[in-house]
Every structure is written in structure tokens, then in C-alpha cells.
């Protein structure tokens, strides 16, 4: 039996890589030389080169870099790396806990490791190249360091627990995992900017000013109730734009990128804001974080069923069955079931999207977020021609064409 389930994982890691690809292809099938009918009034030429020269170095890359990754974990499968490290985790210690935190370690710090001259590549020669990065040495250095510790402490805390958790309850383990994991998101989702944003950016209240009452005033329009409006430096690591909606309750607030406020006019800027709150006003963070949560419960019933089977661990070389042998046997098992499940994820999403869209639309000004939209793509250098089939399976987002041609609908 072990060995049928080693050929599944292997046939998963293939399938999985080639369907990649697969689709990776398709979106060069929409590459082009010249400005296409449906960009002009986007993209000008010139802009429109650059994107298509930024699309195909990062295509080029991204086939090296999933090459290798893939390869990667294809060996440590085939040639039973993860017994290998298994095995250096438990002459260490006999503890599971200690034994489980030691063997992830390893992977995750030797992962980071092997990618970091990919991420330097990316980050001080692409994004570099195209005029994005604004990273420096010492703050990419730093937010690797900052990164291992949060791992560690909250990533290895959590995984302390639930094996603490499973030794103490074994058959119901999972009801209490899920809900330590339940309560663990959703105080997540409540505070990470006030918790973990602030050890990587810092962020400011809004100033008053025209910018500020013009969102005061759109938000008491709609009845929105919004004390927190802040602006983040992300300007600290790239050119690149963004805006979010964070928090619950009291602790929602909305955080603008200071190269947003840079690029757009004040009625874009309030459109943008405008579509954030219309994901609130409809319930879309409460919708995703409540999905999350049964998802995950769903996760953790059936990995408690398989957690102590045999053939799971034999199946990556390990005799005994452990925790975290059966946590990795498990994930790439369970991964065409999360592949499936993201689709409908993503179908949700891009639905919201247009609710979003439609609110910020009818509450404000249809045409300032299609110009700020525009806007965005282009300082982004946005694949604005994705082939559909891509754009069906990864795209949490309808592509910006279909946006403007839903947004065509309210305009007066």
C-alpha cells in the first residue's frame, strides 16, 4: 500500500508541475509585439513594450525558478530526503514536539536558504530593471531575519501546540486544533497590522486635509463608520501601489500606500477606498474568514483520520509514523482536493470583486475608479491580456478589461 501512495504523491508533484506550465504557455500565446485594439487608451506603445519586455523576463525567470523548485522537491520525495531529515530530528532528541520544530526548521531555513539567490535576482535585477525596487541591501537582510523569527516563534509556537494538543486527545484532536487555529485567525485578522505590519513597515494616521475629508465625507455618506485611515511606506521597498482593508470591529482600519496617494488624484483615491469598503459593507471579510475557518476544520477531521496510518510515513521512508511525517505525507495528498477548492475560491473572489466595484460605483463615481484602475495597471506594468484559462484557475480578480466593461454599465 505505501508503495501505491509514494507513486500518488509522485504522479501529484508531476501533474501538478506539467498543468503549470501547461498554463504558463497558454499566457505567452497572448504576447505581442504591437498595442492591441482593446489596450489603446491604456497603454501607449512605448509603456506597452515595457510590460510585455517585464511579462517575458519574468516568465523566463519563473520557468527557472519553478525548475529548480520543483526539482527540489521532487528528489526529497525520490530519494527520501524528508526520512533523511526525519532522522537528524530525532537523534537530537526524543521529544515529538522538539523533534517536529527541529525537522521543519530544517526545511524551512534550508528552503529560504536555496531560494534567496532567486529572490535577490528578482528583487535587485528585475525589479530593478523596470524601475520598481526600492529595497535596499540591509532592509532585504533584515526582513529575512524578521521573517525566520515570526516563523519560529508564531509558526513553531502553533505547531508545539497542536502536537501537545494531539498527544493529550488523539481521536478528537482535531475539535480542539481547529479551534485553536480558529481563535488564532481570527485574533490574526483582527491585529496583524497593529502586530505584524508594524515590525516590517511603519504606518502613519492619514493628516487632515482634502484627501482625508473627502473619505470622511464618502464614508459617512454610506454609513461607514471609519476612525482609521493610515498611509504605510511602501515606498521603503518598491514603486509599486496598493491599498487594503484590514481588521474587525473596532480594529478595522483601512491603509493606504503612500505610492497610491503619489499616483492617483483625490476622487481616484476615494474610488479605490470606496470599492474597500464596499467589500466591507458586504460582508466579504466576515464571508472569506468564516469559509477559512470551515475549511480548515474540514482539514484537520481528515488529516486526524490518516495522521497515525502507516503507510503515510512508509510512504516517505519513515517506519513509525509521526506527526510531521504524516503533516507532509498529508499536505501533498490532500493539495488536488486545495486545488479544486481554490477554484471555487476564486470564482467567489472575482464575484465580490464586481460587488465591490458596483458599490464603490453607485455610492460614488464609476469613471474615477476606472481611471484609477487604469492607473494602477500601468504603473504596475499589469498583464492586461491574461489568456482565460489562466485567468479561471489563479486570478483572484476579474483582469482589468473585464472591470471596465462592468463599470461602463453605471456610468450616466
Same mark, same amino acid.
Given at each position: 500500500?505505501?508503495?501505491?501512495?509514494?507513486?500518488?504523491?509522485?504522479?501529484?508533484?508531476?501533474?501538478?508541475?506539467?498543468?503549470?506550465?501547461?498554463?504558463?504557455?497558454?499566457? %505567452?500565446?497572448?504576447w505581442?509585439?504591437?498595442?492591441?485594439?482593446?489596450l489603446?487608451?491604456?497603454?501607449?506603445?512605448?509603456?506597452? @513594450?515595457?510590460?510585455?519586455?517585464?511579462q517575458?523576463?519574468?516568465?523566463?525567470?519563473?520557468?527557472?525558478?519553478?525548475c529548480f523548485?520543483?526539482?527540489? %522537491?521532487?528528489?526529497? =520525495?525520490?530519494?527520501?530526503?524528508?526520512?533523511?531529515?526525519?532522522?537528524?530530528?530525532?537523534?537530537? %532528541?526524543?521529544?515529538?514536539?522538539?523533534?517536529?520544530?527541529?525537522?521543519?526548521?530544517?526545511?524551512?531555513?534550508?528552503?529560504?536558504?536555496?531560494?534567496?539567490?532567486?529572490?535577490?535576482?528578482?528583487?535587485? @535585477?528585475?525589479?530593478?530593471?523596470?524601475?520598481?525596487?526600492?529595497?535596499?541591501?540591509?532592509?532585504?537582510?533584515?526582513?529575512?531575519?524578521?521573517?525566520?523569527?515570526?516563523?519560529?516563534?508564531?509558526?513553531?509556537?502553533l505547531?508545539?501546540?497542536?502536537?501537545?494538543?494531539?498527544?493529550?486527545?488523539?481521536?478528537?484532536?482535531?475539535?480542539?486544533?481547529?479551534?485553536?487555529?480558529?481563535?488564532?485567525?481570527?485574533?490574526?485578522?483582527?491585529?496583524?497590522?497593529?502586530?505584524?505590519?508594524?515590525?516590517?513597515? @511603519?504606518?502613519?494616521?492619514?493628516e487632515?486635509?482634502?484627501?482625508?475629508?473627502?473619505?470622511?465625507?464618502?464614508?459617512e455618506?454610506v454609513?461607514f463608520?471609519?476612525?482609521?485611515?493610515?498611509?504605510?511606506?511602501?515606498?521603503?521597498?518598491?514603486?509599486k501601489?496598493?491599498?487594503?482593508?484590514?481588521?474587525?470591529?473596532?480594529?478595522q482600519?483601512?491603509?493606504?500606500?503612500?505610492?497610491?496617494?503619489?499616483?492617483?488624484?483625490?476622487?481616484?483615491?476615494?474610488?479605490?477606498?470606496?470599492?474597500?469598503?464596499?467589500?466591507?459593507?458586504? @460582508?466579504?471579510?466576515?464571508?472569506?474568514?468564516?469559509?477559512?475557518?470551515?475549511?480548515t476544520?474540514?482539514?484537520? =477531521?481528515?488529516?486526524?483520520l490518516?495522521?497515525?496510518?502507516p503507510?503515510?510515513?512508509?510512504?516517505?521512508g519513515?517506519?513509525?509514523?509521526?506527526?510531521h511525517?504524516?503533516?507532509?505525507?498529508?499536505?501533498?495528498?490532500?493539495?488536488?482536493?486545495?486545488?479544486?477548492?481554490?477554484?471555487?475560491?476564486?470564482?467567489?473572489?472575482?464575484?465580490?470583486e464586481?460587488?465591490?466595484?458596483?458599490?464603490a460605483?453607485?455610492?460614488?463615481?464609476?469613471?474615477?475608479?476606472?481611471?484609477?484602475?487604469?492607473?494602477?495597471?500601468?504603473?504596475?506594468?499589469?498583464?492586461?491580456?491574461?489568456h482565460?484559462?489562466?485567468v479561471?484557475?489563479?486570478?483572484?480578480?476579474?483582469?482589468?478589461?473585464?472591470?471596465?466593461?462592468?463599470?461602463?454599465?453605471?456610468?450616466?
Amino acid at each position: 500500500m505505501h508503495e501505491i501512495l509514494f507513486w500518488v504523491i509522485i504522479g501529484i508533484i508531476i501533474l501538478d508541475f506539467l498543468f503549470e506550465k501547461y498554463l504558463d504557455y497558454l499566457n %505567452t500565446t497572448k504576447w505581442s509585439d504591437t498595442l492591441p485594439d482593446e489596450l489603446k487608451g491604456i497603454y501607449d506603445e512605448e509603456k506597452y @513594450k515595457k510590460q510585455q519586455a517585464y511579462q517575458r523576463e519574468n516568465h523566463r525567470f519563473g520557468i527557472l525558478t519553478s525548475c529548480f523548485s520543483f526539482a527540489i %522537491t521532487l528528489s526529497m =520525495f525520490l530519494f527520501f530526503g524528508f526520512a533523511l531529515v526525519d532522522g537528524w530530528a530525532w537523534s537530537f %532528541t526524543e521529544n515529538a514536539i522538539l523533534a517536529a520544530l527541529i525537522f521543519f526548521g530544517i526545511l524551512m531555513f534550508a528552503s529560504d536558504i536555496i531560494n534567496t539567490p532567486f529572490s535577490v535576482y528578482d528583487t535587485f @535585477k528585475i525589479e530593478e530593471k523596470y524601475g520598481f525596487n526600492k529595497t535596499t541591501p540591509k532592509t532585504f537582510v533584515l526582513d529575512k531575519l524578521k521573517g525566520w523569527l515570526i516563523g519560529a516563534v508564531i509558526g513553531g509556537g502553533l505547531l508545539a501546540l497542536l502536537i501537545f494538543i494531539y498527544q493529550k486527545t488523539q481521536n478528537i484532536f482535531w475539535i480542539y486544533a481547529w479551534i485553536v487555529i480558529s481563535a488564532f485567525s481570527i485574533f490574526m485578522a483582527m491585529f496583524y497590522s497593529n502586530l505584524i505590519v508594524p515590525l516590517f513597515n @511603519k504606518q502613519t494616521p492619514l493628516e487632515d486635509g482634502e484627501l482625508r475629508t473627502a473619505i470622511n465625507n464618502f464614508s459617512e455618506k454610506v454609513g461607514f463608520k471609519l476612525d482609521n485611515i493610515f498611509v504605510i511606506n511602501g515606498s521603503k521597498r518598491s514603486t509599486k501601489a496598493n491599498a487594503y482593508f484590514t481588521g474587525l470591529g473596532k480594529k478595522q482600519r483601512i491603509v493606504l500606500y503612500d505610492t497610491l496617494i503619489n499616483d492617483l488624484e483625490i476622487d481616484e483615491l476615494v474610488a479605490v477606498l470606496a470599492h474597500e469598503i464596499g467589500h466591507n459593507k458586504k @460582508k466579504h471579510v466576515v464571508q472569506g474568514l468564516l469559509i477559512g475557518l470551515v475549511q480548515t476544520g474540514i482539514v484537520l =477531521f481528515i488529516f486526524s483520520l490518516l495522521i497515525n496510518n502507516p503507510h503515510l510515513s512508509q510512504a516517505l521512508g519513515v517506519e513509525k509514523p509521526n506527526f510531521h511525517i504524516g503533516l507532509v505525507a498529508f499536505g501533498i495528498l490532500y493539495s488536488p482536493v486545495s486545488f479544486i477548492l481554490g477554484i471555487f475560491m476564486n470564482m467567489l473572489s472575482r464575484k465580490n470583486e464586481y460587488q465591490a466595484d458596483r458599490f464603490a460605483a453607485e455610492n460614488y463615481n464609476p469613471k474615477s475608479l476606472a481611471s484609477a484602475l487604469k492607473k494602477l495597471s500601468v504603473t504596475n506594468l499589469s498583464n492586461l491580456t491574461p489568456h482565460k484559462k489562466y485567468v479561471f484557475f489563479h486570478y483572484s480578480h476579474p483582469t482589468l478589461l473585464q472591470r471596465l466593461e462592468h463599470l461602463k454599465s453605471f456610468e450616466k
